[in-house]
């Protein structure tokens, strides 16, 4: 798994040097050095460390052969320890003959989108580019032959695949020419200007569709190959179905000059006239204009592109992506860059195999997929945004102000327009009636060769009949009673005498017709000369049209321009925004993790508080009980002894009422000692039981003074209790709000780290786009056939299949009269035989994980079918049945397990295993011991059919 990278913005400090030194030195610097300076520039965003050797030897033959190298070859290069083996390789691979192959596959997909075999087999037209590519053909040529091609020389017909296999329809060139020539995909400005593009407009498409409005598919007999004609006469007119805004535009290609065409009288249009099943060829052909202009002025739209796309095939995207959308609110990433690769590939006289040399020995072509773990400063980043966005405000405003010039460039090219107009169309009324003129002409003269021949004929019938006359005359004079002879002497008479009258009709006729063709020529040449002044009074006019039309061009050059550098601070600002948001994503996660940590600590004090709180309470409640059981048993006692000092107060009251009673007794009768001596005991009792009352209110005293101790220690037991629960019940509480706390913060992590993730996603592609990091992009159909092919061994047996068929043909001489062209001749047949039997597993796997024919075929995409073939396909796994010298009958002859597993992923997935991967190998083949063949060919199948292998990093 990647790991993940934080960005550091780098900054570097310019040298001071001259404007002289710099221009020498620049001009003494390989082309691949000035790249990578220009961005080790680039002051946005992490770069990559270089790749390791088993990464850049499989993605450098992938890009230059299509196809992983086998074992050996990396072992080769791997003991190689000269410090330029990387550029050695290079040159290698560039020089063999899987080169020219390859690249004929590449452009073969690029220009014909796997279209092919209606009139021209794909085939063919590879073979043509294959040739194109071992000749090291420059671009400029191949393009002209390709844009020039109709079909008519055996030579180069397979270059005209382009047009044949598109049917020569004219808005499909239009829009294909457009994508893959110049970059630009037109299609929305067929019938009004691009509603979300600035850039593209009416104009554009039509001037481009002017050089193929007059072409068509020629196949009259279908038997006979299909070829291209071309009409002498047809603009490319339009309006605009949202504002009704009308224009014809002659030939343009995108960012070239308008192509400036003499008007031709209809007798000079054509080289060969339209006529039933004839092809028809102008005098001057739009479409070999086109090949001209690309030829000899290349505009720089067409050179961008062509760089692009080569760029585009060496690191997965374009620097402009789509690589067929360069436009303004698209601008390129590395635009240093993209100017400097067009101008020394034109300088190169567009030396393909130069240019991808130069690409691939770049730093940044051999960087790592992986990203070093970086941190940015934020503080910077703002800065920088803060300049970048003034940068874009600032050419934003003057962008607006060169569209409003755009839009009164635009009325005034209407108004030359309009003024223009009638002369148009007395220029193609006086055509017209050239052409009128013509084919009454025609018709006369025709008239004239007609009577010519047939007076010739009669001629030449009635010069007979006068010498068969003569003779019969004399026959008749020698046998003057031959009436049969007389008789045929009079037919013959009356022969003559009709001839003659009839000549004399003839010529009669003949000289109303010669006048009439006179009269005709006459007309003719009045109609010419008419044509002539129309065609005169045009010009200026025209040529008026044209300049408003090219100031308009300028104006929209100008203001795309502005929008360009907009949008490309604009560009910077969004990349900076996602380093700034993965750089504060970075800072909330940290921060999220201190929380955590801190929460965790906080929890555990708060557990530790729980814990000694609840052995607190646990004390207290005892205490609290033991207070309560002493509050019940003093509360008795206190009420025993109230009770009972209230039956002795009772019981005193009682006794004093009685001895009261007994002394007013006593009193009303003194004489009566018993009732005295009853007084005595009675106050006696009574003096007893006021003491028993003193003692028992004593004692209630002293148990209420007990009780209230006791109660009072109760009050503060239970009081203590209560704080202790009480302070439990926060601490608990506040554990409940730490625990959720801990919750919401592992939440809020789990959201910041998949947000993380979505930005480092964002990162890495804006990294991917400034060439800072590779990509991780899918083997096309042909690099994935190739390489299975390879690995599995299955290619060396084709291989060896071929030299072995060859060599039964072509036996090698045993004598040393083999010379270079039999070994060359001898070599081409077994490439030949060689190819024949690759290419039928490559058409299996072009169906499988191809696109269809004409839709883009740089996107990944998967279906039933391609996991169906990996997992059942009898392909793959009758390659991997051992046999043959293959793949796995090497593996089965390894007795030691961990060398098994370095071979395998050497030869499938050019590297060496990790230790847990030959963990792995050694314990599925080790619970295995009777099955080991059947338990590498698994291991084989797996790793084949694995992303890593699909995929070229």
Request: charged fraction near 25%; charge should be negative; proline fraction near 4%.
């Amino acid at each position: 798994m990647m790991s993940r990278v934080v960005p550091l913005l780098l900054f570097v400090c310019s040298l001071a040097i001259s404007p002289v030194d710099a221009q020498e030195s620049v001009e003494n610097t390989p082309l691949h050095k000035q790249v990578d300076d220009l961005i080790s520039q680039d002051k946005i965003g992490p770069i990559a460390d270089q790749s390791d050797d088993f990464t850049f030897i499989r993605r450098v033959y992938l890009d230059l052969i299509g196809r992983i190298p086998n074992r050996t070859e990396v072992e080769v290069f791997l003991a190689d320890s000269k410090p330029d083996r990387r550029t050695a390789v290079v040159d290698q691979l560039l020089s063999s003959d899987e080169y020219p192959r390859h690249m004929a596959i590449v452009f073969d997909v690029m220009l014909m989108e796997r279209r092919g075999g209606k009139h021209v087999k794909s085939e063919e037209f590879r073979s043509y580019l294959e040739s194109a590519f071992r000749e090291n053909q420059s671009y400029l040529e191949i393009v002209r032959e390709v844009l020039s091609a109709d079909g008519t020389s055996e030579q180069n017909r397979s270059a005209s695949a382009f047009y044949l296999e598109r049917d020569v329809e004219p808005h499909l060139l239009t829009r294909d020419v457009g994508r893959i020539f110049y970059g630009v995909d037109l299609q929305c400005a067929q019938c009004h200007n691009h509603p979300l593009i600035d850039d593209y407009h009416q104009e554009d498409y039509y001037g481009l569709q002017a050089f193929f409005v007059r072409s068509n598919l020629f196949q009259p007999d279908k038997k006979k190959p299909a070829l291209i004609a071309e009409q002498a006469t047809g603009e490319a007119s339009f309006k605009s179905v949202f504002t009704e805004r009308e224009g014809v535009i002659g030939p343009r290609a995108p960012q070239a000059d308008e192509l400036v065409e003499v008007t031709l009288k209809p007798a000079e249009q054509y080289a060969v006239a339209p006529a039933k099943n004839v092809r028809s060829v102008p005098a001057i052909s739009r479409r070999e204009q086109l090949a001209k202009i690309v030829l000899e002025a290349p505009a720089p739209a067409f050179n961008r592109n062509i760089v692009n796309r080569l760029w585009a095939h060496l690191f997965g995207r374009g620097i402009v992506h789509p690589v067929d959308l360069h436009h303004s609110d698209n601008p390129p990433l590395q635009p240093e860059v993209l100017d400097l690769l067009s101008r020394e590939f034109v300088s190169a006289n567009y030396d393909i195999k130069w240019l991808l040399r130069e690409l691939v020995l770049t730093e940044a072509y051999q960087r790592s997929f992986q990203l070093p773990e970086m941190q940015p400063s934020i503080a910077n980043a703002k800065q920088q945004i803060n300049a970048a966005k003034a940068t874009a405000n600032k050419a934003s405003e003057q962008a607006a102000q060169a569209d409003s010039r755009v839009q009164t460039a635009l009325e005034e090219l209407d108004k030359a327009v309009a003024v223009a107009k009638p002369f148009s169309g007395a220029e193609a009324a006086a055509l017209k009636q050239v052409v009128e003129a013509q084919k009454v002409r025609d018709a006369a003269e025709s008239k004239v060769k007609t009577r010519q021949q047939d007076i010739e004929n009669r001629q030449i019938k009635y010069a007979v009949l006068l010498k068969s006359q003569e003779s019969t005359i004399a026959a008749v004079e020698s046998l003057k009673d031959d009436k049969e002879l007389a008789t045929a002497l009079e037919i013959i008479q009356k022969r003559v005498t009709e001839h003659s009258v009839e000549l004399q009709k003839q010529q009669e006729a003949i000289k109303g017709e010669s006048q009439a063709l006179v009269d005709s020529e006459n007309v003719l040449k009045e109609k010419t000369t008419a044509a002539d002044v129309a065609i005169s009074s045009r010009v200026p006019y025209e040529d008026e049209v044209r300049v408003k039309r090219d100031e308009l061009f300028s104006m929209r050059e100008q203001a795309k321009s502005l929008r360009h550098q907009a949008n490309q601070a604009l560009s910077d600002v969004q990349f900076l925004e996602i380093i700034i948001a993965y750089g504060e994503s970075s800072q909330q996660i940290a921060m999220l993790k201190q929380a955590i940590a801190n929460g965790e600590q906080d929890l555990a004090t708060n557990v530790a508080a729980i814990t000694k709180a609840k052995q607190n309470l646990a004390e207290l409640e005892p205490q609290k009980k033991q207070a309560m059981t002493a509050v019940v048993s003093q509360q008795k006692v206190f009420d025993d002894a109230s009770r009972e000092m209230v039956a002795i107060q009772k019981l005193h009251s009682t006794l004093a009422e009685s001895i009261s009673k007994a002394k007013e007794t006593s009193l009303t009768i003194p004489e009566d000692t018993k009732v005295k001596e009853a007084v005595e005991l009675l106050s006696q009792s009574l003096t007893r039981i006021t003491a028993d009352v003193t003692k028992s209110q004593v004692t209630v005293k002293e148990q209420k003074t007990q009780l209230d101790l006791l109660q009072a220690t109760l009050v503060e037991s239970t009081k203590q209790v209560e704080q202790a629960k009480q302070s439990l019940a926060t601490l608990q509480e506040q554990g409940k709000q730490l625990t959720q706390k801990q919750v919401a913060n592992q939440e809020s992590l789990l959201k910041a780290h998949s947000a993380h993730d979505t930005i480092w996603g964002e990162v890495v592609d804006g990294a991917t786009a400034r060439a800072h990091v590779a990509s991780l992009d899918s083997l096309s159909p042909e690099q994935f056939a190739m390489s299975m092919l390879i690995a599995t061994g299955q290619y060396k047996r084709l291989q060896s299949a071929a030299i072995a068929k060859v060599d039964k043909e072509m036996p090698v001489k045993e004598d040393s009269s083999q010379t270079a062209k039999d070994q060359e001749a001898r070599q081409t047949a077994i490439n030949a035989a060689l190819k024949t039997s690759l290419q039928g597993t490559i058409d299996k796997f072009v169906t499988l994980y191809g696109a269809a024919a004409g839709q883009p075929q740089w996107d990944f995409f998967a279906t039933p079918d391609q996991s169906l073939f990996a997992a059942n396909g009898n392909e793959l796994r009758t390659w991997l049945i051992p046999g043959g010298g293959n793949l796995t009958e090497h593996l089965i002859a390894i007795e030691s397990i961990d060398a098994l597993a370095r071979e395998m992923y050497l030869s499938v997935l050019t590297r060496i295993p990790t230790n847990e991967e030959i963990a792995d190998v050694r314990s599925y083949i080790e619970t295995r011991p009777d099955a080991k063949a059947q338990a590498v060919q698994e291991l084989c199948w797996g790793l084949m059919t694995s992303a890593e292998f699909r995929f070229q990093h």
